[in-house]
């Protein structure tokens, strides 16, 4: 393209300032030859004394560099999600059909609905209890029935736990609770054993530790002068056992939501839960 370049000369050099429109292109500085017959043949356009601005006609190429290329930066590799930690779900009971069905077995029966629902099998007998593995979700549960008899429910719990390796955190042991309503669900982070006799014994084989969450299940108080103790092994009547039937379906949800969203969720679940009417 066509530029107009003015030179202006001083004694010694002179600079040549190239303008198309109003960008500036370029400015240089040139050896001052403007006295030299061959300069002023072939670009000027008219003479003056030294110090003279002289016009030239003059042409010139631009060339505009490509814009940088930003570089490609490959996506960094996503960290492997860590594997959810198994849980250990034990329910308290007395083996046997003497006791099967019994205020002291709802245990063992928040155990069998959950095992029924997740498709989880029962079948084997390990650390003595019926043992079965499965899933929630994607999270690995252990399922377990101590058969040692309530008082030494402990011996069994204490070997699973020590054998897998399993944080206490992971450990929600479910029993049936003197002090709630009937049918009435409460889920706690850790605490005592409140006298119930299979929680005493877990908490001496895992060395007095109480820090391992624990649902308990509310079986009613005895009626009129009844011992406490012939009450846990009565049976339910109709009623009862379809407040129950219930009860256990609110426990199983609580269990999911255990499992796979957190401990505060479950509790949140259950605690504020309205009673359930048949």
């Known amino acids: 393209m066509k530029v107009a370049c003015v030179i202006s000369s001083t004694a010694s050099s002179a600079t040549v300032l190239c303008r198309c429109g109003r960008s500036l292109f370029s400015s240089f500085s040139v050896a001052k030859t403007l006295n030299s017959s061959s300069f002023r043949r072939g670009w000027m356009s008219n003479t003056a004394a030294a110090g003279s601005l002289y016009q030239i006609s003059c ?9 940088d290329t930003p570089a490609i930066i490959a996506p960094l590799p996503e960290k492997p999600k860590p594997k959810p930690q198994p849980w250990l779900i034990v329910g308290l009971g007395n083996p046997g059909k003497r006791y099967a069905g019994t205020r ?65 955190k992971q450990v929600l042991v479910v029993f049936d609770d003197l002090d709630l309503p009937f049918a009435k669900l409460r889920l706690l982070p850790k605490g005592g054993h409140g006298g119930h006799n299979g929680m005493r014994s877990i908490m001496n084989h895992l060395k007095g530790n109480r820090d391992f969450p624990r649902l308990r299940i ?37 269990m999911r939501i255990l499992v796979l969203e957190g401990f505060d969720k479950s509790a949140t679940f259950v605690n504020s839960s309205k009673p359930l009417t048949v």
Do not use: C, W
């Open 218 to 254: 509310g079986i009613g108080r005895p009626p009129g002068k009844m011992d406490p103790a012939s009450f846990v092994l009565r049976a339910f009547n109709r009623q009862e056992r379809e407040e129950l039937d219930f009860t256990l379906q609110n426990g199983l949800e609580a």
């Open 104 to 168: 002291h077995n709802v245990g063992f029966e928040m155990i069998d609905t959950i095992a029924d629902a997740e498709g989880i099998s029962m079948g084997s007998v390990s650390f003595k209890a019926q043992f079965g593995k499965g899933f929630i979700g994607d999270v690995p549960i252990m399922l377990a029935k101590p058969q040692t008899f309530m008082n030494a429910s402990g011996e069994s719990v204490g070997a699973i736990v020590s054998y897998y390796k399993i944080p206490l």
């Open 59 to 67: 042409s010139m190429t631009t060339q505009t560099s490509p814009p």
